[in-house]
């Protein structure tokens, strides 16, 4: 339910004294032990008090004891049990024909199910609330009763989802976060770990995600409303109007999908769309986007953006790839190869680089060159150290012949399109990373409240905390940074952006990954043992440490992800004092007046 706002301050007592009139279980058997270790359930109570009856939806992780089943479903000879986990608790308007539900809040932590003598259950729990704006206006007021709220783990979240004010959310901001993360959690996340062990995530999600429009968020800002409305997409997830977008959208957006702390199952699905549609928009003539764009904005087919090649990485003005007249000018013949492509071997075009004259940066152009089935095109997977599951593709091209028309803006133009089409795409580095880095610092700072040793839990070891502020300090600071930046973009113009912001851009994108280093190499130390396994609960900061204990992968997996591609850390940090010292010399020579019109 949605809208309204909470009216009555619900009352809150330390335990609720209810009956179980109705339940369902479902139980995950995959602990070696044979315990249960995944559990679903649900069930319906009335309180005793009021009789207002209420609904308990129950999902967590948690070493399940024979005697939950019998808690859940009212067994007289049941045991005090602990749970933890997520609650949702709905509650029903007593007496209402409909039953309709009013969905109150969620909860998270730790409590225990208490059944006494004949079937009474008690419901025990401690934490506070998490409200959520619900008209209850029309209800009886009824006391809401948590099912343990458990404060965010430090560092877990940004501020501005840990209860803390901000200057840069609004309404709209918040409203897509909550939903942005249901839809990314139930559709992506949840088998996150699963698809990047698999290094293939289902081809069914693309598909759902196309259909949801949840694509479209990995464009820069502001959308392309005009194309979006024209093809039936007013609104995204129901919650955001496209016109309405902005950068801070598309944070939140690009935050979300890399929650899970793995790069890959992202990367598979928005690679393209984020980096390969967006010059087509900018620079694409009228009929190259007429032919093209609709069935990439909603997703029937898919694209990728190739720039480096075996011999031209960061060093994207050695580009070797040539794209050649024919003689009668109708076609280009593409000769040459394309190296660490993300989606390339899905994508049914590419937006790439290719050398359509003499050497240097001048000579460069952009060019959208069909790939799928398309004769003189050979792909081939490339198993990568981190975004395993993201498709990474060498692209072989022999003479492959393209329409002058799939030019894309005008010839030797190319170096500009992406230089303006890499700040984006940096940017989003940036943010993927920065929460990589988040994810990494909170499960070692969760680990080091629960791990004992020499006689007391890691976080008793002052050795322990300073390691873990330094990296707070670095994560916190460059997530400000972030918030600043995105910001600035929410009230500069592309032009502006690109030439106030191109560097710092750089900077933002190489700090992040200097910070995911520190997070990501503070987690495994402070796991031990487990921070070097590949299974349990060392293996998501494994994937995130600059080492491996296996000796044949024994290289690093998801940090370089964040430090080279678009433009490797070295490159941006120069890049980024280049363009700052070119805007100040810029500035100060306007300030100068013209030679011989001084007045002394």
């Avoid at 897509?176 to 990047?196: S, V």
């Avoid at 979300?256 to 199952?265: C, F, K, V």
Wanted: charged share 20%; hydrophobic share 40%.
């Amino acid at each position: 339910m949605t809208g309204g706002t909470l009216k009555t301050e619900p009352s809150f007592s330390p335990a609720l004294d209810a009956e179980f009139v109705g339940t369902g279980n479902d139980y995950i058997r995959n602990d070696p032990d044979g315990k249960a270790m995944r559990l679903s359930a649900h069930g319906v109570v009335k309180d005793k008090k009021t009789q207002a009856l209420i609904y308990l939806n129950y999902t967590g992780v948690v070493d399940i004891t024979p005697a939950l089943g019998a808690v859940l479903s009212g067994s007289p000879d049941a045991k005090t049990t602990d749970f933890g986990g997520s609650f949702i608790e709905m509650r029903f308007e007593t007496g209402s024909p409909e039953l309709k539900a009013l969905e109150m809040g969620t909860f998270v932590g730790a409590g225990r199910f208490v059944v006494e003598e004949g079937g009474k259950v008690v419901v025990e729990y401690k934490g506070s609330r998490n409200l959520r704006n619900t008209d209850i206006s029309s209800t009886t007021t009824i006391g809401l009763h948590s099912m343990a709220s458990k404060t965010p783990i430090p560092f877990s979240e940004p501020p501005y989802l840990a209860g803390l004010p901000s200057p840069y959310y609004s309404a709209s901001h918040l409203a897509w976060q909550k939903a942005c993360r249901a839809f990314i959690y139930e559709n992506l996340h949840k088998h996150a770990m699963d698809w990047e062990r698999d290094e293939m995530v289902p081809d069914h999600i693309f598909p759902t995600f196309a259909d949801a429009g949840m694509l479209v968020p990995s464009l820069p800002a502001p959308l392309p409303v005009k194309w979006l409305k024209r093809l039936g997409v007013h609104e995204i997830l129901g919650v955001v109007k496209v016109e309405d977008w902005d950068y801070l959208h598309t944070a939140i957006y690009v935050d979300e999908m890399n929650r899970s702390g793995l790069g890959g199952p992202a990367s598979s699905l928005i690679t393209g769309m984020a980096f390969g549609v967006p010059p087509l928009l900018k620079f694409g003539g009228t009929e190259l986007q007429e032919r093209v764009l609709p069935e990439l904005l909603l997703g029937k087919k898919r694209i990728c953006i190739a720039i480096t090649e075996p011999e031209a990485g960061s060093d994207v003005a050695n580009i070797q790839t040539t794209a050649t007249r024919t003689a009668d000018g109708r076609h280009y013949i593409v000769n040459g190869s394309k190296k660490w492509v993300t989606n390339g071997v899905w994508s049914t075009y590419s937006t790439m680089a290719v050398r359509t004259s003499g050497p240097g940066p001048t000579g460069l152009s952009l060019l959208l060159v069909p790939l799928l089935d398309y004769p003189g095109v050979a792909m081939r997977r490339l198993k990568v150290t981190g975004s395993a599951s993201g498709g990474t593709t060498f692209i072989t091209l022999s003479d492959v012949k393209v329409p002058v028309e799939n030019l894309i803006g005008e010839e030797g133009l190319g170096m500009k399109y992406i230089m303006t089409n890499f700040n984006h795409e940096r940017l989003t580095i940036a943010i993927g990373a920065t929460r990589q880095a988040r994810v990494a610092l909170a499960a070692a700072f969760e680990y080091c409240l629960q791990r004992e040793a020499f006689g007391k839990t890691l976080m008793d070891q002052p050795v322990v905390r300073h390691r873990l502020a330094k990296c707070g300090a670095l994560l916190e600071s460059q997530w400000a940074w972030i918030e600043q930046f995105v910001y600035q973009m929410t009230r500069l113009s592309k032009v502006e952006a690109d030439v106030e912001l191109g560097g710092m851009t750089a900077l933002a994108k190489a700090n992040a990954g200097m910070v995911l280093e520190e997070c990501g190499r503070c987690a495994v130390l402070l796991f031990g043992g487990n921070g070097l396994t590949r299974t349990g609960k060392g293996e998501l900061v494994e994937r995130k440490s600059s080492h491996s204990s296996d000796d044949y992968d024994g290289l690093y997996r998801e940090i370089p992800v964040a430090r080279i591609p678009g433009g490797s850390e070295d490159v941006m940090l120069d890049l980024a004092v280049r363009q700052l010292v070119k805007n100040y010399q810029h500035k100060t020579k306007m300030l100068e007046r013209p030679l011989g019109t001084s007045k002394l």
